[in-house]
């Protein structure tokens, strides 16, 4: 099967359960260890972000995550059922006044780690593409 996918509540702790779904797709897809490591951080972020920001850790809303197997590439698709937000005008990670801050690193970190990074539906759905080759 070329497509997997989960879907769990806004809780933080299901964190592990996204974790383990990666594993699980590092078997099924013969993933190596580099591409493994990145799809790791930058999905349980992508979907941390979905948890936080998108559905406000609502327990009653869903955070989808799905992985598809194409030739050469796998895409992890994480949607939540939030707001969305403008990913166009996000304030840059690397600026001076931003290297302190706590937070709004998440995309910028998961622009570093995917090969492609799309955000469909209002910011609500975002796709990582990750190849294999």
Do not use: C, W
């Amino acid at each position: 099967m070329k497509h997997i996918s989960i879907e769990i509540p806004s809780l933080v702790e299901n964190i592990r359960i996204v974790e383990s779904f990666i594993d699980n797709a590092k078997e099924k897809y013969h993933l190596t260890d580099d591409v493994y490591g990145n799809i790791m951080i930058a999905v349980v972020e992508s979907v941390n972000n979905a948890i936080l920001h998108g559905n406000k850790t609502d327990k009653t809303k869903n955070v989808r995550l799905s992985a598809n197997l194409l030739e050469g590439q796998v895409i992890f698709s994480i949607t939540d059922e939030g707001p969305g937000f403008d990913h166009k005008n996000l304030p840059d990670p690397t600026a001076p006044e931003n290297l302190e801050k706590v937070g709004g690193r998440g995309i910028f970190i998961m622009k570093n780690l995917a090969d492609e990074i799309q955000f469909k539906d209002e910011g609500r759905t975002v796709e990582l593409t990750f190849y294999l080759d």
